[in-house]
């Protein structure tokens, strides 16, 4: 590198002159010496000193301030110790599944009422009528018992159990032409007896009245119709066998297996899987009862008439559950313990009457 780099030749004067004299090996010392000595060695420029953190100096003039962690005088932050873990809830334990009612006084109950049935049945089948007539009374008092104490609508309850006996020996003596004059004259009776009331509330009195002749009465004619046959009394034993264990069925596996719901918002017991249980147990109790119980028939139309059956009688259920819902109540009485009311033990029964009478019509006839 040459000296014109650097700029113009050096001037005496620059520092001064100097005292010192030559080193070994360079130039002679002198005032030109010591002025180009100077342009090769300038000092580092003096930094100002920094005024101590909370002096009296003013920031608005752009004094510099030093910040940060590890110039601040208040000592470090210690780590905060950690939070402890709130305590876990404690799992609750699987429930045990129940039955929800009383199974000894079910059973008990439901036993009774077996033998009383089939003793009407196979002794004197006029006395099976009364009984079906006594169910039916009661059965109907029950319900308008509820429909006034739940809704407030007065069900005039005389004409209907008068119309409703009536009906149930109509169809036994006179078939469905009975069954059917039987049911016109209850729903006129139930009209006029209504109009000794004030008007208040007539329209909603009346229409409760011919909606429970017909769900009540009327349905359980049909039984007393299967009873005309020649072979009347194993044509209506196999409809309560089936209706039995098509429930029977339902619960079992339901209780046991049951996981998805069949219709939660109206029965939030029942299950798919109920169903299904309820539809096998039907469809075999049927083949044998059709292939040993009734004269002519065969295992196939069994089969058929236990699906039958197990679709009708969950759909009963499912419509008394519906009333009972509308009701806010969970039991139509509490008559039968372990059971309920009446009107509980009917609500598989009535719906499916019908279905089995006229299917026995359709496999064996009406002999």
Known sequence: MNDSSWGAPPQAGYWGPSDRGPAQGAAPAGPAYDAYYAQQTRPMPIVPDVPEHGGDQDDDQGAARLSGPLFRDEPPRETPEPMPEAPQ???PQPQKKTA?????????????????????LFVVKAAFVGVVVVAVVVGLWELTKRLEERKGIKVPLVPLAVGGAAMVVAGYVRGAEGAWVAMALTALAVLVWRMTEPPEGYLKDVTAG??????????????AMMLMADDGAWRVLVFLILTVVSDTGAYAVGWRFGRTKLAPRISPGKTREGLLGAVAFAMVAGALCMQFLIDGGTWWQGLLLGLAVAVSATLGDLGESMIKRDLGIKDMGTLLPGHGGIMDRLDSLLPT?????????????SG
Do not use: E, H, M, N
């Open 89 to 91: 809830p404690a799992q």
């Open 100 to 120: 929800g009612r009383d199974l000894g006084a079910a059973i008990g109950v439901g036993l009774g009422l077996a033998a009383v049935i089939v003793a009407s």
């Open 210 to 223: 011919l909606f429970a002749a017909f769900y009540v009465p009327f349905l359980a004619t049909f039984v």
């Open 353 to 365: 009457a019908p279905v089995v009478w006229l299917l026995l019509v359709i496999f064996v006839g």
